[in-house]
């Protein structure tokens, strides 16, 4: 670990952590924009979890999802771990474009799930929270036959108003911000970055080469390595 990039995060108060699939790809949750990725190998992937989509065959959207999104088998890792720590000392916010749960797993305390959860199920005709193992049986709800769903932004949905106020709030309060596993293309989770506190140090970890307008530090590695080395 660079002891320069360590005491910049020792000294920071207010870290926000801007991530994305990269920091679950090491708990054997693939990218869905790889090569290998769903989107890539289905072009209809899109589609298939739009909103349209789950209204005009909630029988396809259901089979898609269950096969295709759900790993019941992950477990958060050394990335999540660690951020997870900062968050507990009430030093960083993460806000995530991941869906899988996994920052609740690892004891996430300030947490923004910028694109919702897919293990926050709710009725659509009583609106009833139900769990995860319920909706991996039925896509109805026992209690009324309603149309049970993820708590995620669909393709032709908005992003909750909530978290565009609370992570555009973390942004502009951040001394440091640290993206992670992002290529930060996807918007309008990229446009985070504008709202940053301009006096805000900015350090990016990915294993592709970034490129944003302003200044700002990149770690071109293995998230993993570098937040195992990382001490919190």
Do not use: W
């Not at 990269?22 to 054997?28: C, K, L, R």
């Not at 770690?219 to 990382?230: P, R, S």
Request: net charge negative; hydrophobic share 40%.
């Amino acid at each position: 670990m660079d002891a320069a990039i360590q005491k910049t995060f020792d000294d920071a108060k207010k870290i926000v952590f801007l991530t994305g699939a990269g920091v679950s790809t090491a708990s054997g949750i693939p990218d869905f924009r790889s090569a290998n990725g769903l989107y890539t190998q289905n072009r209809n992937a899109e589609y298939y979890l739009s909103h349209r989509y789950f209204v005009s065959d909630p029988d396809g959207f259901y089979e898609f999802c269950k096969k295709n999104l759900y790993f019941p088998d992950a477990k958060p890792n050394i990335i999540h771990q660690k951020q997870a720590a900062l968050t507990q000392q009430d030093r960083a916010v993460v806000i995530t474009q991941n869906i899988d749960n996994l920052y609740e797993e690892a004891g996430t305390k300030h947490l923004i799930d910028f694109h919702g959860n897919l293990f926050h199920v709710y009725c659509e005709k009583c609106h009833e929270t139900v769990p995860i193992s319920e909706y991996l049986k039925s896509r109805l709800h026992q209690k009324d036959n309603g149309p049970l769903r993820p708590d995620v932004v669909l393709y032709d949905e908005g992003i909750k108003q909530e978290n565009i106020i609370n992570s555009v709030n973390a942004m502009q309060q951040a001394d440091l911000v640290v993206i992670v596993g992002t290529s930060m293309k996807v918007y309008p989770f990229a446009g985070l970055l504008d709202y940053r506190n301009s006096e805000a140090k900015v350090i990016a970890i990915n294993q592709q080469l970034l490129q944003f307008p302003f200044e700002f530090q990149m770690v071109q590695a293995d998230a993993t390595k570098f937040f195992k080395e990382l001490k919190v």
